[in-house]
Every structure is written in C-alpha cells, then in structure tokens.
C-alpha cells in the first residue's frame, strides 16, 4: 500500500478530488467506485468546485456506488442515492444513466445484486474505486467477516456501524439494519483503489489495517491483496503510524 499523509481534512479532499479529475481527463470513458458518509464530502465539494471552474466533464464518466441501505426510499434524505443527489450528481453533467446506486427496495435482492455485478462488468469494470473506512474496518458495507470472495449481496450492518451512522438520524432505531453492498472481491477488481481516512477516530483503525496480514477480522486489510492501493490519510488518521 502506497500511504500519502496530507495536513488536514482540507489538502485531503483536495488531494483526491484531483486524483479524480486526472484519471477523468485521461480516459474520459472513465468508471469509478463512489462511496458516501462524513469522509468524502469535501471531496465532493472539491470535485463540483472543479467543474465549476471548467476543469472536468463527467459527460461519459459512469459511477457505481458501494452501497444502499435497505428499508429506505430512494427519495429518504438519509438514503444514499439523496446523497449523492445532494452531494455530486445534481451539480455537475453527469448523465442520470450513467450513476449506479445499489436499488434497495425489489423483491428479488438475489437478482439486483446479480445485475448490479454485472452491469460493473458490462461498463469494463471499475477504473478508479474511493474508499472511506469504518472504525471496525469495513469497507462499503463489508464488516468484519466478510471474505475476499463476496460480491454484491445483502448484509447485516454491524451495532458500530449502526451507532457511527445514528449521527445522521433522529434516533438509534431509525437506523436501517441491513445494507446492500458490493463484496470485497467487486471492490478487488478495481484497477486502482484510493481509500480516504481523516481524524483521531480513525487512527486507531488505520494503524490496525497496516500492522495486520489481510484478515476478515479487519475487512480493509484484503486491500494488501491488490497491487494498486493508495491510502490518503490527514495527519490526524496517520497519528498511531511510527
Ligand atoms: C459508505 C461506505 C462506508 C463509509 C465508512 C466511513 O458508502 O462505504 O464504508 O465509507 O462507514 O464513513 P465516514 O466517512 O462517515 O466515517
């Protein structure tokens, strides 16, 4: 794992927003992996500022996001898809076709999850996947023993998560329980893998993921199996490194 420490919050998002628009100026056709939560919002703001400036065309970018909770409508401001509704999609010229948000809410789970890995395939696979990190170690939605060999599929969200994501609701019980999210194998296949971690919080985890071989315990440490990862702390998530 490459490990690039920035100074702050700020120089992170920075940091990764233009690592996003690079990789789009490259490849216009390029398809990324999204994720959502506190960590990537400045990351969003920096990204819209950008297209703002003229500096990047999402017209061809595709995008998939990691994961959905279930039991929320599209239109429920905590779902993910108003996320990225509020965060990215309705400021710049991404084209609605082309954004993927895993669909919560059919009656058959076993066949959006097969669809949703497909139409990953379909659009050649994830060029450029951005990662947050869970104070337990998930990624996406994959909490500790999850394997390296899931793909999409419906999960039971951990009681950390729950209470970490209980920040963003009225109350503990509004939380949805479960969550529909790409596996760790998906997430493996990107060609290149950027995951973001900023604050105290997250030292404690990122010096965990560094210090052990990849385990289910700690679902982040499969990213050693991958030979193109990046990990953008700020000094404050790098704290606990040596
Ligand atoms: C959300 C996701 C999660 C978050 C993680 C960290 O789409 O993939 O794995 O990245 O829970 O969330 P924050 O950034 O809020 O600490």
């Known amino acids: 794992m490459n490990i690039v420490i920035t100074d702050d919050y700020s120089s992170l998002s920075t940091y990764v927003a233009k690592q996003i ?3 789009i100026k490259n490849n ?6 999204l994720p959502t939560g506190g ?3 400045g990351m969003y703001k920096e990204l819209v500022k950008m297209y703002n400036h003229g500096e990047v065309d999402f017209s061809s970018v595709k995008t998939f996001n990691l994961d959905e ?19 990215l999609f309705n400021h710049v010229n991404l084209k609605r076709e082309n954004v993927h948000v895993p ?20 659009a050649g696979g994830i060029d450029l996947m951005i990662l947050g ?15 390296a060999t899931d793909t999409t599929r419906i999960v039971d969200l951990d009681e950390s998560t729950i209470v970490a994501n209980s920040r963003y609701f009225s109350s503990l019980k509004d ?17 290149k893998i950027i995951l973001i971690a900023s604050g105290l919080n997250k030292s404690q985890i990122i010096s965990e993921v560094l210090e052990n071989e990849p385990t289910s315990k700690i679902p982040a440490t499969y990213l050693k199996l991958h030979p ?3 990990l953008v702390l700020d000094k404050d998530a790098s704290s606990n490194l040596d």
């Open 69 to 87: 909770y279930i039991g929320l409508s599209k239109e429920h401001s905590q779902s993910y898809y108003y996320y990225m509704k509020r965060n």
């Open 133 to 147: 990190i869970g104070l337990n170690g998930h990624i996406g939605f994959n909490e500790p023993g999850s394997s």
């Open 103 to 122: 669909y919560s809410n059919t009656k058959n789970m076993q066949v959006t999850c097969e669809e949703y890995e497909r139409e990953i395939d379909y």
């Open 175 to 191: 939380v949805p329980k479960k969550g529909i999210t790409i596996g760790i194998k998906t997430i493996l296949k990107s060609k």
């Open 28 to 33: 216009k056709h390029t398809v990324l992996g």
């Open 228 to 230: 193109n990862v990046q």
């Open 21 to 23: 628009v690079t990789t």
């Open 39 to 41: 960590t990537p919002e």
